[in-house]
């Protein structure tokens, strides 16, 4: 029971705060005149300097995504290379039991 106490009064307490953080940027928000802005707390968390969450451009989101094809291109051709690797073994190995036969 004590801890249910507790637990509600730091949750009431965290969503106080979200609400009086969201109020408050949302009046900032309105004398903005950039529609694609957005409040909220996903807006102030990327604003703050010691947050790993960042905005991308859409010029960053492409180099990450190139850098993750280029990255897999790279696996496919390991891959690749390792399997012609097994079926040539495979052939060789097949090739000493027909001469042993």
Known sequence: MPAGLI???IAGAGQGIVNLQERTEGEENNMSSDPTASSGVLQWLVKQKWSPVG???????TQILKGRIL???VDIAMIDDRIRDIKQH???L???TERRK
């Open 90 to 92: 495979e052939e060789s």
């Open 7 to 9: 637990f509600s009064i």
């Open 94 to 96: 097949g090739e000493v």
């Open 55 to 61: 905005v991308l451009t859409n010029d960053q989101y």
């Open 71 to 73: 990255n897999l291109d």
